[in-house]
């Protein structure tokens, strides 16, 4: 396919050149032959160094995500800006950073001289185009749309990358560097003939910005890739050059905003030391396009105002306002606004002087509008101490009971921010019905990008499917076709603002920690610029650009993506159960009773009967009711709600038929099932790329598979044992509460170990585990560690041995195995040292080591020991003995 890109893109010169009858710029035929060997070479060689992941740890650069340098720009020969902006600056180095060294093309060949100053390629606004080319046919674009069209004659070639403003240019830059390896998003038709079919592309929404819920301190609330780039020990980082290249980052996908801190603790940010802080921060994206916001606590002008209120009709507040924003202003030209979340989990409201967020978003709007800036205030807003016995209480009802009803009284420049679902970024729900009850209001869907819910990047996510299916839905306001993405593009209802925001959470280590999980980030991007395109085609760009061009790697890695929600979603959270974790904890482990009977709203009220929330109109809580009719009348009732949804709208016995038959309890069973084995199968997958991909990124990546197979188990489990005890209704297939080859902890000969209750019990093998809490440095001294011990009593053979145990922070226990006193392989003596979620037993913490091969006869002694370090017990759950044929991974 890259070849056929290149090729194509190579017949349009020579193209070019047939139909003029003359030679394009300096071309003779020893340069097209030199043209046809630079393109083979590169094709064989050049990609598949270029587009090879390097996670090695260096300096954080862009490059160490997609932006590996592309092969075919030294087309562009010389490359010059018509305007002076630093954006058009950045795009003019992005471009000849690929075609600096066209004297060493990869593959050895030499560029003539005569190419390489007879070809120009212009970068400017379609003004400074205009002024520049009068004869050129540059159209008129809008902001960000970019042109991009080639000139030949005999003489000289020009290309042109027009902009409709400065960032339309750097986008077109970025969209020629995707070019050889987007495959099919970009019609081959384009690139035979570029003089007369220009690139041409336009955002489909104006708002595409991340969120970072950077705190101060240089922690980052649900970030799990370390610490923030931004800030640390309260003040703006010294070092910002992981700044520039995050922005260089996301102007690559076309991204135009970051708000840089989180929408808790805001207050400091004001500060006037902070403000100047965040000047150099914005000073550090400018040139990428990608303009500074900042979330804001409402409450500010009485915490650090000094004021006696935050009221914000007090004529004192709104003045205070004023003054802050001219403030901000005066240090950073380009601010774009003010993110805020007010009333909820805590934060500071309106609410609390009886205002409504209309009146707070539109004090914080009057003081921006005179700047051209906005507020994205968050539709995120509901009561986390709901009355679980209540059965008509619904947090999911919230968004739209509280914003529905403000509907037309938001000044022009604020925009309703809703997350895609009407809870919280669960592995499924449905689309906020908020989307479709504000026709006059300017709107934004939030997403999130850090997997706050879908495994903290332990677990592989893809989550642009999920986005799109949200983006897709058609929400028939008025009885007409409109899909969410129009709804916020802001075309259904003639909004001139809107668009998407992505929670983004990149930290120090590698942006999101995990490489795949950066799929999400560049999908992000994309699909805000592009709403229609598939994912697929995303993950396919995103896996060409990131991790190999081969086309077995790419379909390995993109099934892998495609695979990867539903697998998730399978064994975590299947018929819109939501993701059944802890929700007063971490969101990351199995808690199927954590996420019922809390305050926070999170329920999927299971009894021994039934389980699910009934959201109907006629009998439950009214929130299939806020859908437009008809949406409304096909979540209403449980016959047309679609399988995936069902428990989200409707509490049904154990044994109601889904649409193909299956019951509802075997369906519980049989996902959670499927989903553990579709996670085993990530590993297999990976492991056919070894020696196909580059060598490093493989050894990281392969780890992180296999632990998440391990812990889809975890989750499996956990969620079968739970089901199967509350229901009492055995599985079909006799898997649910059978383990063949289970060799519990609490049955072994125990020294030293004691046998504890895990909690919730639902997360270890029948609730229980042995631990070995040697508190006493004395005990220790003489203890230094606990032992578990089984007699082997099957039939000889080769096995793996699965030992499921806790690995808690706080310190680094060692686990050895042993077979009648022997080491039981290469690698029966490990470290617990992950760095897994919370600091007591239960699922966040229970992971698997695999021994694998080891030879057992009846009557051997398998021996687990366990040295426990500092807190963490070298607890243990069971082992597993699985015939080492049988075990795939
Ligand atoms: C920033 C969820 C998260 C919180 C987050 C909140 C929000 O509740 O768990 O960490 O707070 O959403 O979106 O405001």
Same mark, same amino acid.
């Given at each position: 396919?890259?070849?056929?890109?290149?090729?194509?893109?190579?017949?349009?010169?020579?193209?070019?050149?047939?139909?003029?009858?003359?030679?394009?710029?300096?071309?003779?035929?020893?340069?097209?032959?030199?043209?046809?060997?630079?393109?083979?070479?590169?094709?064989?060689?050049?990609?598949?160094?270029?587009?090879?992941?390097?996670?090695?740890?260096?300096?954080?650069?862009?490059?160490?995500?997609?932006?590996?340098?592309?092969?075919?720009?030294?087309?562009?020969?010389?490359?010059?800006?018509?305007?002076?902006?630093?954006?058009?600056?950045?795009?003019?180095?992005?471009?000849?950073?690929?075609?600096?060294?066209?004297?060493?093309?990869?593959?050895?060949?030499?560029?003539?001289?005569?190419?390489?100053?007879?070809?120009?390629?212009?970068?400017?606004?379609?003004?400074?185009?205009?002024?520049?080319?009068?004869?050129?046919?540059?159209?008129?674009?809008?902001?960000?749309?970019?042109?991009?069209?080639?000139?030949?004659?005999?003489?000289?070639?020009?290309?042109?990358?027009?902009?409709?403003?400065?960032?339309?240019?750097?986008?077109?830059?970025?969209?020629?560097?995707?070019?050889?390896?987007?495959?099919?998003?970009?019609?081959?038709?384009?690139?035979?003939?570029?003089?007369?079919?220009?690139?041409?592309?336009?955002?489909?929404?104006?708002?595409?910005?991340?969120?970072?819920?950077?705190?101060?301190?240089?922690?980052?609330?649900?970030?799990?890739?370390?610490?923030?780039?931004?800030?640390?020990?309260?003040?703006?980082?010294?070092?910002?050059?992981?700044?520039?290249?995050?922005?260089?980052?996301?102007?690559?996908?076309?991204?135009?905003?970051?708000?840089?801190?989180?929408?808790?603790?805001?207050?400091?940010?004001?500060?006037?030391?902070?403000?100047?802080?965040?000047?150099?921060?914005?000073?550090?994206?400018?040139?990428?396009?990608?303009?500074?916001?900042?979330?804001?606590?409402?409450?500010?002008?009485?915490?650090?105002?000094?004021?006696?209120?935050?009221?914000?009709?007090?004529?004192?507040?709104?003045?205070?306002?004023?003054?802050?924003?001219?403030?901000?202003?005066?240090?950073?030209?380009?601010?774009?606004?003010?993110?805020?979340?007010?009333?909820?989990?805590?934060?500071?409201?309106?609410?609390?002087?009886?205002?409504?967020?209309?009146?707070?978003?539109?004090?914080?709007?009057?003081?921006?509008?005179?700047?051209?800036?906005?507020?994205?205030?968050?539709?995120?807003?509901?009561?986390?101490?709901?009355?679980?016995?209540?059965?008509?209480?619904?947090?999911?009802?919230?968004?739209?009971?509280?914003?529905?009803?403000?509907?037309?009284?938001?000044?022009?420049?604020?925009?309703?921010?809703?997350?895609?679902?009407?809870?919280?970024?669960?592995?499924?729900?449905?689309?906020?019905?908020?989307?479709?009850?504000?026709?006059?209001?300017?709107?934004?869907?939030?997403?999130?990008?850090?997997?706050?819910?879908?495994?903290?990047?332990?677990?592989?996510?893809?989550?642009?499917?999920?986005?799109?299916?949200?983006?897709?839905?058609?929400?028939?306001?008025?009885?007409?076709?409109?899909?969410?993405?129009?709804?916020?593009?802001?075309?259904?209802?003639?909004?001139?603002?809107?668009?998407?925001?992505?929670?983004?959470?990149?930290?120090?280590?590698?942006?999101?920690?995990?490489?795949?999980?950066?799929?999400?980030?560049?999908?992000?991007?994309?699909?805000?610029?592009?709403?229609?395109?598939?994912?697929?085609?995303?993950?396919?760009?995103?896996?060409?650009?990131?991790?190999?061009?081969?086309?077995?790697?790419?379909?390995?890695?993109?099934?892998?993506?495609?695979?990867?929600?539903?697998?998730?979603?399978?064994?975590?959270?299947?018929?819109?159960?939501?993701?059944?974790?802890?929700?007063?904890?971490?969101?990351?482990?199995?808690?199927?009773?954590?996420?019922?009977?809390?305050?926070?709203?999170?329920?999927?009220?299971?009894?021994?009967?039934?389980?699910?929330?009934?959201?109907?109109?006629?009998?439950?809580?009214?929130?299939?009711?806020?859908?437009?009719?008809?949406?409304?009348?096909?979540?209403?009732?449980?016959?047309?709600?679609?399988?995936?949804?069902?428990?989200?709208?409707?509490?049904?016995?154990? !044994? +109601?038929?889904?649409?193909? #038959?299956?019951?509802? =309890?075997?369906?519980? *069973?049989?996902?959670?099932?499927? @989903?553990? &084995?579709?996670?085993?199968?990530?590993?297999?997958?990976?492991?056919?790329?070894?020696?196909?991909?580059?060598?490093?990124?493989?050894?990281?990546?392969?780890?992180?598979?296999?632990?998440?197979?391990?812990?889809?188990?975890?989750?499996?489990?956990?969620?079968?044992?739970?089901?199967?005890?509350?229901?009492?209704?055995?599985?079909?297939?006799?898997?649910?509460?059978?383990?063949?080859?289970?060799?519990?902890?609490?049955?072994?000969?125990?020294?030293?170990?004691?046998?504890?209750?895990?909690?919730?019990?639902?997360?270890?093998?029948?609730?229980?585990?042995?631990?070995?809490?040697?508190?006493?440095?004395?005990?220790?001294?003489?203890?230094?560690?606990?032992?578990?011990?089984? !007699? +082997?009593?099957?039939?000889? #053979?080769?096995?793996? =041995?699965?030992?499921? *145990?806790?690995?808690?922070?706080? @310190?680094? &226990?060692?686990?050895?195995?042993?077979?009648?006193?022997?080491?039981?392989?290469?690698?029966?003596?490990?470290?617990?040292?992950?760095?897994?979620?919370?600091?007591?037993?239960?699922?966040?913490?229970?992971?698997?080591?695999?021994?694998?091969?080891?030879?057992?006869?009846?009557?051997?002694?398998?021996?687990?020991?366990?040295?426990?370090?500092?807190?963490?017990?070298?607890?243990?759950?069971?082992?597993?003995?699985?015939?080492?044929?049988?075990?795939?991974?």
């Amino acid at each position: 396919m890259i070849g056929c890109a290149l090729l194509f893109w190579f017949r349009k010169f020579t193209v070019g050149r047939d139909q003029d009858g003359t030679t394009v710029g300096a071309w003779g035929p020893n340069e097209v032959q030199y043209m046809l060997r630079t393109i083979a070479s590169s094709v064989a060689f050049g990609l598949a160094i270029l587009v090879a992941g390097d996670s090695s740890a260096r300096a954080q650069t862009a490059d160490q995500a997609w932006l590996h340098e592309p092969s075919h720009l030294f087309l562009f020969g010389k490359v010059i800006a018509l305007g002076s902006s630093p954006i058009e600056q950045s795009a003019v180095q992005e471009l000849s950073r690929s075609i600096s060294h066209p004297a060493s093309v990869k593959g050895g060949a030499s560029l003539p001289r005569s190419w390489r100053e007879s070809t120009l390629t212009v970068i400017g606004t379609t003004e400074e185009v205009h002024e520049a080319y009068p004869d050129f046919p540059a159209p008129s674009l809008a902001p960000g749309e970019y042109w991009i069209w080639w000139n030949g004659s005999a003489e000289h070639s020009v290309s042109v990358i027009a902009g409709g403003d400065e960032r339309g240019a750097l986008y077109g830059v970025f969209a020629l560097r995707r070019l050889p390896v987007s495959g099919e998003s970009f019609p081959l038709t384009n690139l035979q003939n570029l003089h007369e079919v220009p690139l041409r592309e336009h955002p489909a929404m104006p708002i595409r910005w991340v969120d970072q819920w950077d705190n101060a301190d240089g922690s980052i609330e649900r970030g799990y890739a370390g610490r923030s780039i931004f800030f640390e020990g309260g003040k703006v980082r010294g070092d910002l050059k992981p700044v520039s290249e995050y922005a260089r980052l996301l102007a690559s996908v076309g991204i135009n905003g970051c708000n840089v801190n989180n929408v808790n603790n805001a207050v400091q940010f004001l500060d006037p030391e902070m403000i100047r802080g965040l000047a150099k921060i914005a000073d550090a994206m400018r040139p990428w396009g990608v303009r500074l916001a900042m979330s804001v606590d409402v409450a500010s002008p009485q915490k650090i105002g000094g004021l006696a209120t935050y009221d914000p009709l007090d004529p004192a507040v709104k003045a205070w306002w004023n003054a802050k924003v001219n403030d901000i202003y005066a240090l950073i030209p380009d601010f774009a606004g003010f993110t805020v979340k007010a009333d909820s989990e805590g934060q500071p409201g309106p609410a609390s002087y009886g205002r409504t967020p209309a009146d707070a978003a539109n004090t914080l709007a009057a003081a921006l509008a005179p700047h051209g800036g906005v507020v994205l205030y968050r539709a995120f807003v509901y009561n986390h101490h709901l009355d679980w016995n209540d059965p008509k209480a619904d947090r999911a009802r919230a968004a739209y009971d509280i914003f529905h009803p403000l509907d037309g009284k938001f000044a022009p420049n604020v925009i309703i921010q809703t997350k895609e679902g009407p809870i919280d970024f669960q592995v499924r729900e449905p689309v906020s019905p908020l989307f479709g009850g504000l026709t006059q209001t300017s709107q934004a869907m939030e997403v999130q990008i850090t997997q706050e819910y879908t495994g903290q990047q332990r677990h592989l996510v893809y989550l642009a499917p999920l986005w799109k299916q949200a983006l897709d839905f058609d929400m028939r306001v008025a009885g007409r076709s409109t899909p969410v993405k129009e709804i916020v593009s802001g075309t259904s209802f003639h909004r001139n603002l809107g668009g998407m925001v992505g929670v983004s959470g990149v930290g120090r280590d590698a942006w999101l920690g995990s490489p795949l999980a950066m799929a999400n980030l560049y999908a992000f991007g994309r699909v805000a610029w592009n709403p229609n395109l598939a994912p697929e085609e995303i993950a396919r760009e995103w896996t060409r650009q990131t991790i190999g061009a081969n086309e077995e790697v790419v379909r390995t890695v993109v099934k892998m993506l495609m695979q990867s929600w539903p697998a998730y979603e399978d064994y975590t959270g299947p018929l819109g159960l939501q993701t059944l974790t802890d929700i007063a904890g971490s969101h990351y482990g199995p808690g199927i009773e954590g996420s019922e009977n809390n305050g926070w709203g999170q329920w999927h009220r299971a009894d021994h009967e039934g389980v699910g929330m009934d959201r109907s109109v006629a009998t439950g809580t009214g929130f299939a009711g806020q859908y437009p009719l008809a949406v409304a009348k096909k979540y209403e009732s449980a016959a047309t709600t679609p399988d995936n949804l069902l428990l989200f709208f409707h509490h049904v016995p154990y !044994t +109601y038929k889904l649409h193909d #038959g299956k019951t509802v =309890i075997q369906y519980l *069973y049989d996902s959670h099932y499927a @989903g553990a &084995a579709q996670a085993a199968g990530f590993v297999r997958d990976w492991e056919t790329l070894k020696g196909k991909i580059d060598t490093a990124l493989y050894d990281n990546v392969l780890p992180r598979l296999e632990y998440q197979a391990g812990h889809a188990i975890v989750w499996r489990d956990a969620v079968v044992q739970y089901f199967l005890k509350l229901s009492r209704i055995p599985d079909e297939q006799g898997r649910a509460g059978h383990y063949p080859g289970r060799l519990e902890a609490e049955d072994a000969r125990l020294d030293g170990y004691q046998i504890v209750d895990v909690k919730p019990w639902e997360d270890a093998s029948r609730g229980k585990a042995v631990s070995c809490d040697l508190k006493q440095p004395m005990q220790r001294e003489k203890q230094p560690s606990c032992s578990a011990e089984w !007699t +082997y009593e099957g039939p000889a #053979g080769r096995f793996d =041995i699965a030992v499921q *145990y806790f690995d808690l922070q706080g @310190g680094v &226990a060692k686990v050895a195995l042993t077979v009648n006193g022997q080491a039981a392989g290469m690698d029966a003596t490990w470290v617990a040292d992950a760095m897994l979620p919370t600091r007591r037993l239960h699922g966040d913490n229970s992971t698997r080591h695999i021994v694998e091969g080891v030879a057992l006869k009846p009557g051997d002694t398998i021996r687990i020991e366990g040295t426990p370090d500092g807190s963490d017990p070298a607890a243990l759950d069971y082992i597993e003995l699985i015939p080492a044929a049988s075990n795939r991974h």
